[in-house]
């Protein structure tokens, strides 16, 4: 493959303005092959290394190899060292998702720090195809078969078109040395199964898979958009949203053009699994009371409609997080580029000024002697339990209210009013979204 193709499709992604990158380097063969070529073809970059302390020697020997490749390359380079362990039992995650929420939440305040423009990841076309079956594997629906996106915010994965041979080659071509992760030969974890037991199959059919899986993933990133786009009007037309409570019209659901699907889309966000989302299905036309109930959320069938509302239990009152969590709320935390974003007038989306805030977040019960300053007032400061008092919060609602914390200041009153001082203005050049699911 020549870097010629990485060099258009890197402009389109970004225009052909001057740009600095942080680059995301592993130390293995994909990432490697991306620092040669963006060095190769003159770009202003940083790297961007995560140990994740997992493989012992093995990851203090990538680490050393990255800083050896900066050297050579004469860049800057900037290791994190992660106790990713202790990060995923504390948030309850596996190893892979606490692995992700630490480099990316690190890639997005080191992009900042070195005023870098975009953060460029070495997926290469295999990873669609592997992520792909992943998530067909786990039902995750329409949004999964899109894979993996060229550009997601300020993330750019310019070389998706590059298959893993293609990459080896170009290695091998420059004599360039990489660093192999032992744990992807072995088969203890799904991807690599999919990887090395799998997809082999699949090209023996036929020899093209990845490449048409790619084409395949493209279709189905514009098909959803339409299929969302759908979903989205629907869904407007058959919930009711009072508080923290949902109400669906049975009957509006049993008319509408796809029943199950709109309720799948509709209770997916509050965690009912595939198997209850049937079971509430098959009782729209039982009896009342029938109850049904999710980690995080109770549903209760009554005569005409479904009602939808969070399970009342034990919780602590402060969380602290760096990305997407699912505890005590499912919010989900996304980083987008501020000339292509669309503001989207939903109390369940709030979208801020990426570089006046501090991370990690704060997720907290309200106090007495809180203060914020409501946005669309100018920024006038005014109690929160004032706020409350204005727009008529009964007792339970405000036990039930949830404050969003930056750097010890309040920057959204959860699904209510984010904060005056933290709104995107014609200076923004990066949103972050937080979505409330």
């Known amino acids: 493959m020549k870097i010629q193709e990485v060099d258009k499709k ?54 050393a190899y990255v800083r050896e490749m900066a050297t050579k390359y ?33 890639f997005h305040s080191l992009r900042k720090e070195q005023s870098c423009d975009y953060i460029v990841v070495a997926h290469h076309m295999g990873d669609v195809a592997e992520t792909m079956l992943i998530n067909m594997l786990r039902g995750t629906g329409l949004r999964g078969l899109s894979g993996i996106s060229e550009k997601a915010g300020l993330v750019i994965r310019p070389f998706l078109s590059w298959g893993r041979d293609d990459i080896l080659y170009y290695l091998k071509s420059k004599n360039i040395d990489y660093c192999n992760d032992s744990t992807n030969d072995t088969t203890d974890y799904t991807r690599n199964k999919i990887r090395h037991n799998i997809i082999p199959h699949f090209q023996d059919i036929n020899p093209s898979f990845l490449k048409t899986m ?25 919930v009711r949203v009072e508080g923290n409570e949902l109400f669906i019209d049975i009957q509006e659901l049993k008319d509408c053009i796809a029943p199950k699907t709109m309720l799948f889309e509709t209770l997916k966000h509050y965690h009912f699994s595939n198997k209850i989302i049937d079971d509430v299905m098959d009782s729209l ?13 109770k549903l209760i069938k009554d005569r005409n409609q479904l009602i939808i509302y969070p399970s009342t239990g034990e919780e602590k009152d402060s969380y602290t997080f760096g990305g997407s969590i699912n505890e005590p709320l499912n919010i989900k935390l996304d980083f987008f580029d501020a000339s292509s974003y669309k503001i989207q007038r939903d109390k369940t989306i709030a979208c801020f000024d990426a570089d006046k ?6 997720l907290r019960k309200w106090k007495q002697g809180d203060t914020f300053h409501p946005f ?16 008529k919060f009964s007792i339970k609602d405000k036990e039930d209210c949830w404050i969003l914390e930056s750097n010890g200041e309040i920057i959204w009153i959860v699904s209510h009013r984010t904060d005056e001082r933290y709104k995107l203005d014609n200076n923004t050049r990066e949103v972050l979204e937080l979505r409330l699911l």
Not at 285 to 297: A, E, M, N, R, V
Not at 357 to 362: A, D, N, Q
Not at 379 to 388: A, I, L, R
């Open 214 to 238: 790619l084409e395949n993933s493209q279709r189905m990133a514009e098909a959803e958009l339409l299929y969302f786009s759908k979903v989205e009007e629907l869904r407007a037309q058959l």
């Open 10 to 63: 890197i402009k389109k992604l970004v225009g052909d303005e001057n740009h600095k990158f942080l680059l995301t380097v592993s130390g293995g063969a994909d990432s490697i092959a991306m620092l040669d070529v963006f060095a190769s073809l003159g770009y202003d970059f940083v790297i961007a290394h995560c140990n994740f302390n997992l493989r012992g020697e093995e990851s203090d020997r990538d680490e």
């Open 285 to 297: 036309d039982g009896l009342s009371g029938k109850q049904f109930f999710s980690p995080t959320h």
């Open 376 to 391: 669309g007032m100018k920024g006038k400061k005014k109690k929160v339990s004032d706020y409350f008092s204005d727009n």
């Open 357 to 362: 805030i501090r991370m990690p977040l704060v």
């Open 74 to 106: 004469n860049a800057p380079v900037f290791v994190n060292s992660f106790d990713t362990q202790k990060y995923a039992k504390h948030h309850s995650l596996s190893i892979e998702m606490a692995a992700r929420d630490l480099r990316y939440s690190w």
